[in-house]
């Protein structure tokens, strides 16, 4: 335990710590908004980062800290937004926030943070948890096991290449994963298993390098809403993706695919989006094309030019629409 001496000052406490090897930075700003009257206060923080009172939103940006130390961030009063934005931020210590309320976001963002590290999440009450724009190339297995509070993770603009399932062990009310743009290849067995089954799912994975999706990517997850895996190099979606399973909206624009899985034509899919995968196979395009008319699926299709020789028309397919246009014979002479 460090010891401390307390010091209030209006908003904001200066609380000094002494603890080993992790110094707090003395005179970071930061700023508080409060919900009541939309008063916003500038306050100096000389070490820890504490409240006196209950406030909407703390927002600590520009700053220099580069490591958030144990107990770095105590706030026992009402908070609902907490935000890091572009502070240098190298390292995050197990147990640097000591928040009793319940967030609704935490947000970290635009720092050099290369790993979160179990013990930093494991215990912070937020509903979201927005990683976006650091540096991350790797989340430890166990960092958010036990989070009962969050509903909503985001990774995006990170440098992650492992998706790990794990990140949802024990916690059962994640609904939501965006992990757009960064360097993931794979999207493993048993991959959403342990999100919620409370509501559907939403499943962002786009501009990430995504080669291979495990046949058993989608067993034991519940109802997906949202499956979006645009900007990939996605060359074949499994036959089981669609078995048993409900997908309803699908994404899957600029990857590299050809056709579907037969299972695709049995789902329950409401929205289907493949524009750019411009070396879709025109016998199953047109497959595609009478799956989607009979079910009243929406549908934004690659931009191709099928022949229909047997009917001596062509099918143009573009956006949402196809047309057809007869073959104008050679005039026999
Ligand atoms: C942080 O710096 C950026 C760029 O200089 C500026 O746009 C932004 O308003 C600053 N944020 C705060 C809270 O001062
Ligand atoms: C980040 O903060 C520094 C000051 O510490 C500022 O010069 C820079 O403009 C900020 N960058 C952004 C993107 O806000
Ligand atoms: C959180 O901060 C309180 C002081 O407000 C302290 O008593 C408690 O030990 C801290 N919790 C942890 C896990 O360090
Ligand atoms: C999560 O809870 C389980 C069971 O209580 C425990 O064994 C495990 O160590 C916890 N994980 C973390 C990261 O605290
Ligand atoms: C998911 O939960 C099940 C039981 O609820 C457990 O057996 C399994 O190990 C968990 N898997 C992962 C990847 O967390
Ligand atoms: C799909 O569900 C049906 C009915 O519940 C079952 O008979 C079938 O074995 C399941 N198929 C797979 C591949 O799990
Ligand atoms: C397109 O698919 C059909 C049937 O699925 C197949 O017979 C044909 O060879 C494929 N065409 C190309 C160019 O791959």
Known sequence: M????????FLAAIVFVSCENCEKPSNVEIIV????????????????????????????ANQTIRKLCQNYVIINNELTVLQLLNNSIEDISPSAFNISATLALLKISANPLNRIKKGVFNEVRTKELDLSNNNIAVIEADALDNNTYLEIIKLNHNFIK?????WFTRTPNVYKISAIYNEITKIPAYAFMNMTKLRPLKIRLSANSIEEIDPLALEGAGPIDTFRVTGNRIQELPYNLFVNKTIKNLQVDMNK??????????????????????FFNCSCLIKVKTFVEAKSISVIYPSIICEDKANEIQIVFNNDKSYKIPVTKPSSI
């Open 2 to 9: 460090c010891p401390r001496a307390v010091a209030a000052i």
């Open 257 to 278: 695919l050809q056709c579907f899985p037969d299972s695709l034509f049995e789902s329950s899919l409401t929205d289907l989006q493949f524009s750019g995968n411009d």
């Open 33 to 60: 908004y409060d919900h009541v009257n939309g008063d916003v206060k500038n306050i100096n923080a000389e070490g820890v980062i504490t409240l006196s009172e209950d406030v909407f939103q703390v927002l600590v």
């Open 162 to 166: 492992k998706f790990d399932p794990n």
